[in-house]
Each structure stands twice: as structure tokens, then as C-alpha cells.
């Protein structure tokens, strides 16, 4: 799910100094442990992990939220925010143990849609966002729960998930995802990671 309605935009503190696009909390291991799988296991997950990397003007912080599900009754969900132009983001997923696919899936899927709305033409506030988000939803997948679903989300974590089952082992399908859900990607510069994620990578 894809939630771009708050108003808050304090959120984004408490990361370090890191310059990262993509930020963990300094106690959220799991995080980075599952990150470090993805990246080790799916080459469609390196591309958008590098292609979030490389999004303009954004900070998006990704955590694990221990009772998203109980609470909310939600596996994931992002919620996005514009202050003079620049993109902050929150994106969530039901904490599971290293190894769970799902948490996989959800994770990459709440990138995908982060990468979605991080190359959105935005204008300086999070109002402007809002018709750019509705304009890719896709009512169809949009489950009963409010927030907009895309297919580009939905196909890029199940494609990772496969990748990570070993059940399709090719380069990255990101591209390929992006052209059947009409997502201009542009050039990826260089397949940069976030500086943070070699420091800590195998813990
Ligand atoms: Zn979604």
C-alpha cells in the first residue's frame, strides 16, 4: 500500500549523518539483514535498491514495524511526503525472522512503489503528489484496505521473491517491469548502493 495523505514532515531526523537515500534506524538490524539477503540473492532487488539510491532530493527511511499486521492489518505500507520539493518517505513492513519470502516480497514491493513516486514529476508540496500517485493506481489490485496499489509494486516483489526461491534465476527484470506498467526508469548512472549498506553487510 502506498498511503500519501500526511502532513507531517519531522520525521525524517534521527538517521545519522549518513547521506544515503535509503536509511535503516541504527537499531534496526533485521532491516539491514534483510536487505543484505536481497541484494545477495536477486539481481532485480540490486537495480532498485540502485535506482533508489539515485532518486533527486529524497530521503526514505525503511523499517520493521513489529505489529503492522496486528494493528493495522497490513504487511507493508509507505507513506510519502513533499517539503519545498523535497521527497520523504516511510516505509513499513510487518517484522518477520530472517529468511521469511514474504517479508522479502514486502519490502522490495514498498521500494518499488517508493522508486514509483520518487520519479514522479513532484511540485514543492505533498498536495502535488497526490494526482501523480492516483494517476498509476491500479484499482484492481487495491485490496480492502485504503491507499493506492500499483501493479509495478505488486510485480517487483513477487519478482524478487522468485528470484530469492531460486525459481527464476536471469538479470534484473526491473526494466521489463517498468515498460508493462508504462514506469519511464531513465538511465541508471552507476549501481550504487547506500554507503551504509558495505559497512554493514554480513552482520
Ligand atoms: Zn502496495
Not at 497490513?74 to 519545498?84: A, N
Request: charged letters at 20%; a neutral charge; one cysteine or more.
Amino acid at each position: 500500500m502506498c498511503d500519501n495523505v500526511k502532513g507531517q514532515s519531522d520525521h525524517a531526523g534521527k538517521t545519522g549523518a549518513t547521506t544515503s537515500v535509503l536509511r535503516v534506524l541504527p537499531d534496526d538490524r533485521l532491516t539491514r539483514q534483510h536487505l543484505a539477503r536481497a541484494i545477495a540473492g536477486s539481481a532485480t532487488a540490486r537495480e532498485l535498491i540502485a535506482r533508489v539510491e539515485q532518486l533527486q532530493d529524497c530521503v526514505l527511511i525503511l523499517r520493521a514495524h513489529p505489529l503492522l499486521t496486528e494493528q493495522e492489518h497490513l504487511l507493508g505500507r509507505g507513506k510519502f511526503w513533499v517539503v519545498r520539493g523535497h521527497l520523504y518517505g516511510l516505509l513499513e513492513y510487518q517484522a518477520e525472522p530472517l529468511g521469511s519470502y514474504r517479508a522479502m516480497r514486502i519490502i522490495n514491493h514498498e521500494l518499488a512503489h517508493a522508486l514509483e513516486v520518487g520519479l514522479l514529476p513532484r511540485g514543492t508540496d505533498t498536495a502535488s503528489l497526490r494526482p501523480l500517485v492516483l494517476a498509476r493506481e491500479n484499482e484492481e489490485a487495491r485490496g480492502p484496505v485504503a491507499g493506492v496499489e500499483t501493479e509495478f509494486a505488486r510485480a517487483v516483489g513477487y519478482r524478487v521473491q522468485l528470484e530469492l526461491q531460486g525459481r527464476l534465476q536471469s538479470p534484473s527484470a526491473l526494466s521489463t517491469v517498468a515498460d508493462d506498467t508504462h514506469l519511464a526508469l531513465g538511465t541508471l548512472a552507476a549501481a550504487r548502493l547506500p554507503s551504509w549498506m558495505h559497512a554493514s553487510e554480513g552482520q
